[in-house]
């Protein structure tokens, strides 16, 4: 009653400051968070260990006055940390916001009572460098102009988009021939700057160089091709990958004859990786061909199998190439007897997948040909979503795309096993 008596049991713990600040993504908050352990009378209860965690990809916290034997060390600098209360019952750390612009939280805990939240707005940093915004990855026929204006924007150092109008940025043909629209823009309120490119007369691939003195430059990448099959965005479909995961979105398929080999590109709507490299948007998948332009002969089409719907390529499928890759980055090319015949090496660009297969496997007249992608765990787009795309001998004029019924379908070709000589292990995880 003297107000010396011991605080009793943990039983609130409140809010004292730090709430609703705005901070700079990578940046302390200018103040630290506080909180204060209550008994039932309120008063401050010492001695309580409290941890104060940031939600995922929601920065660091750092104290002084950390929980005895925690991480071996009284200093840390991450993602939690426990600290104990002192004579009044109070707590604080100072919190480092993480990389990405917009609402971050910290949760703070103590054994048997309500967590509390902590917000804080991060604001993107400085400019630093530009990336593309749209645009990049386009396919189209040589000498055509891109359906998509190449669009820059202004980033921070962490890819946060910067709103600063009135940069000029300068544009030029890098790589491929072809020509630009403007060869400089200013940004606009959002930070965002464009042109608009022509394809130069050859196969293969575009390049236009984005810059500004202060930023790292961007080079948006397009390609030309003979034939071009575009696809829908979002129509992929998935039954159990991961909540984090891209979904590989195929918006474009073309082929062109490039000498002794059958150039094949794939755009996506989102950036894709070698599915070596792991990653949320690693991409996996198959290209099939039709050689023979035989249904009934050679291996089920994958895209039948795994289809959510009706519909049928119509391929009877001689050959196929690997898209999960081998350690070194090529792909593996594989005939109807599940045999590897050859190998090829990607060419990947952001939004685009490019590789050549050789006219020795799989001969130089008309084949049809469609693709599958997905994660690794399971498939999530095929391209066309009917029918297969008709591409022309490598001494004619390309084909275009060309639905083709059903015929005689061929037994599966389970988990996608191979067997037999030349062979590979570990398809059935993939597939």
Known sequence: CDGTDPAGPSAELMRLAGHNQVGTVGQALPNPIRVRVLDSDGRGVPGVEVEFA?????????SLTAAPGAAGSTYFLEPSVLVITDGTGEAQVVWTLGPTAGLQALVVTVEG?????????????????????????QLALPGAELAEALLAQVVDEFGNSVPIAGLTISWEVSGGGGSLSTQESETDAAGQAGTV????????????????????????????????QS????DTFSSGISADAVLPDILAFGTAWDGDSLIIALRFKDRVVHAREGGTNAVAGLVEFDIDLNEGTGLVSQLDRHRPGPGSTGMGVDVLVDLFGDPDGSYVIFDAGQNTIGVTVPDIRGRLIAFGVPASLIGSDDLRTAAITGTIPEPTDIVPNDGSVLVGGAGGAPASSEVVPAGVRLPAWPCWQPAGTGAREGRCRRW
């Open 113 to 137: 009572i309500d967590p509390l939240e902590f917000s804080a707005a991060a604001q993107p940093g400085p400019p630093a460098a530009l990336e593309a915004a749209d645009g990049d990855g």
């Open 231 to 234: 696809d829908a965005a979002e």
């Open 54 to 62: 940031v939600a995922e990809d929601g920065g660091s916290v750092t």
């Open 197 to 228: 490119l022509t394809l130069g007369s050859q196969i293969g691939f575009n390049t236009v160089t984005a810059a500004h003195a202060e930023l790292t430059s961007f080079e948006f990448s397009a390609m030309a091709l003979d034939l071009v």
